[in-house]
């Protein structure tokens, strides 16, 4: 089954071990083993029934988009992007490893590991998410907008652009450093923190914001 893309659960024969991309998107019943490699891509969108692997490696992509998993195998490693959209996955496991982006839109996501490193972009609009852990780095771009995030933490570090639009966030931490852009319309923060750099643009229309700090660099 080298390279190929399997269909449905009755074509799977499948050991430790798939070369190739796994296509199991709108499947019932699957049952996975206790580890598994996939050398590809492994899609499990909208599938019913799911035994996850308590160890899974995945090269590309792994989805598990509009599915019901509460839970992600304790060890874990996605080299490409990793779509939690509309599942129920509270929390992520602490040692996951990611190569990529990673998509959390309209999951029940509450909070995340310390440490977590997202190479790619990090997706969290409209989750119920209030606060983001030490040391996150993000080396794309971090959307927050319409979340109830209520601070940021003191050491963290985002590549791209930061959305905040449309949260409870009321203050920055000072020595802010964003690579990209920054957007903080529709949030109630009236002052902009000491050191705050951006490197492309920011937006702050329609915001309280009488002055801005000698040392701002945008």
């Known amino acids: 089954m080298n390279g190929e893309w399997v269909q449905t659960v009755s074509d799977l024969r499948i050991g430790k071990r798939f070369d190739g991309d796994l296509d199991l998107q709108k499947a019932e019943d699957i049952k996975l083993p206790k580890a598994l490699f996939v050398a590809g891509n492994l899609n499990l969108s909208a599938s019913h029934n799911i035994r996850m692997p308590k160890r899974l490696h995945v090269t590309g992509n792994l989805d598990l988009s509009e599915t019901m998993i509460e839970e992600l195998p304790g060890k874990l490693r996605v080299d490409g992007d990793l779509s939690l959209f509309s599942t129920r996955v509270r929390n ?6 990611l190569g990529a982006g990673l998509d959390l839109r309209a999951s029940r996501i509450i909070g995340l590991p310390k440490g977590l490193v997202v190479p790619g972009d990090l997706e969290l609009s409209g989750t119920l ?22 601070e940021l933490p003191a050491r963290f570090k985002v590549g791209g652009g930061l959305d905040l639009s ?6 920055l931490p000072n020595g802010l450093n964003i690579g990209g852009w920054l957007n903080l319309v529709g949030t109630s923060i009236k002052r902009l923190p000491k050191g705050l750099k951006i490197g ?3 937006d702050i229309r329609a915001l309280d914001i009488k002055k801005l700090p000698k040392d701002l660099v945008v």
Do not use: H
């Open 92 to 97: 992520l496991p602490k040692g996951v490893r």
């Open 129 to 150: 998410i209030e606060r983001l852990p030490n040391n996150l780095v993000v080396g794309g771009d971090l959307y927050l907008s319409n979340s109830e995030l209520a």
């Open 166 to 171: 449309a949260t409870p966030i009321r203050a």
């Open 200 to 202: 492309k643009w920011l």
